[in-house]
């Protein structure tokens, strides 16, 4: 470990080493644990995906995404994860995958959407169980035929200009708050 001064008179901080970093951390991928997943079922950008992977790595959840022509490529491309992901592929209608994970026990689907029904993020609890986050498309959000599926919709707060966060980036919040990481 090497140790970083504070200027602002704080303690100093203890940078781990990436040796510290790689004993801390799972050897291997983790293989799937059907728990939590993020499904982006409207996906627009591939390099969105890529970091969504990471993230899934990160909190040991699986990505849910169509096999759409170019989604194969974008996760190969855009995954820089040295070891294998776990990918979760959703056929071509999104909604009859909503339709058919909802009909599996013990299953919570969030949606991650503005609506006038939404728990602020800071409210979301941990997965308790199976749990997958679907996120809309980046533009409009998720389809009307797949908000009714929805057991519950989160939103996360915003005080800038913009309407929402990217995928990726809403997509990690959403993850790391239903791992009970943050």
């Known amino acids: 470990m090497r140790e970083v001064r504070s200027r602002f008179g704080m303690s ?13 951390r799972r050897l291997r991928s983790h293989s799937c644990w059907d728990h939590l997943l993020i499904a982006p079922l409207w996906p627009k950008y591939g390099v969105n995906l890529g970091t969504l992977l990471r993230t899934c790595d990160a909190v040991g959840a699986c990505l849910a995404v169509p096999k759409l022509p170019w989604v194969p490529d974008a996760l190969a491309h855009g995954n820089t994860l040295k070891r294998r992901t776990c990918v979760h592929w959703t056929g071509h209608d ?4 909503l339709i058919d994970q ?11 959407e503005l609506a006038d029904e939404s728990i602020r993020l800071g409210d979301l609890p941990a997965a308790r169980n199976r749990t997958i986050a ?3 498309h980046e533009r409009n959000g998720i389809p ?8 519950l919709v989160v939103e996360i707060p915003m005080f800038g200009t913009g309407a929402s966060l990217n995928v990726a980036v809403a997509g990690s919040l959403v993850l790391y708050r239903l791992a009970g990481l943050i």
């Open 12 to 24: 100093a901080a203890r940078v781990r080493s990436p040796k510290d970093l790689k004993r801390q």
């Open 94 to 97: 999104p909604v009859r995958w």
């Open 102 to 112: 909802k009909q599996r026990d013990n299953t919570t689907i969030v949606g991650v």
């Open 134 to 136: 679907v996120l809309g």
């Open 144 to 151: 009307p035929d797949a908000i009714e599926h929805l057991d």
